[in-house]
Nanobody, 125 residues
Framework: QVHLVESGGGSVQAGGSLRLSCAASGYTYSSYCMGWLRQAPGKGLEWVAR????????HYAERVKGRFTISRDNTKNTLFLQLNSLKSEDTAMYYC??????????????????WGQGTQVTVSS
């Protein structure tokens, strides 16, 4: 059974940084791409970033490109998201997600079949 647990969220001022983690278990973690998505209050789910296999393949949403960095440690089955230069519009619940297809982790919510419980990021201006 796939199990994902996020941590690292919190409240920061604009311009600050946070590092989110996602501990994965129940499957061959290194064989799967992984994604981070977020949901702001009153808004729909937004894809943030994806990473495949090792740290050589990464993609970002335009809104976070240059500020966020996705990475993974395949020896510890852990996914990370470094959030820098945070803005108030980054306030959201952040989720890591396991894709149905191991080579996917696309921008579509329907591409994912397992989610963590989320970790809240709140940025004050």
């Amino acid at each position: 059974q796939v199990h994902l647990v996020e941590s690292g969220g919190g409240s920061v001022q604009a311009g600050g940084s946070l590092r989110l983690s996602c501990a994965a278990s129940g499957y061959t973690y290194s064989s799967y791409c992984m994604g981070w998505l977020r949901q702001a209050p009153g808004k729909g789910l937004e894809w943030v970033a994806r990473i495949c296999y090792d740290n050589s393949v990464t993609h970002y949403a335009e809104r976070v490109k240059g500020r966020f960095t996705i990475s993974r440690d395949n020896t510890k089955n852990t996914l990370f998201l470094q959030l820098n230069s945070l803005k108030s519009e980054d306030t959201a619940m952040y989720y890591c997600a396991h894709p149905i297809s191991r080579s996917s982790a696309s921008t579509s919510r329907s591409d994912y079949d397992y989610w963590g419980q989320g970790t809240q990021v709140t940025v004050s201006s």
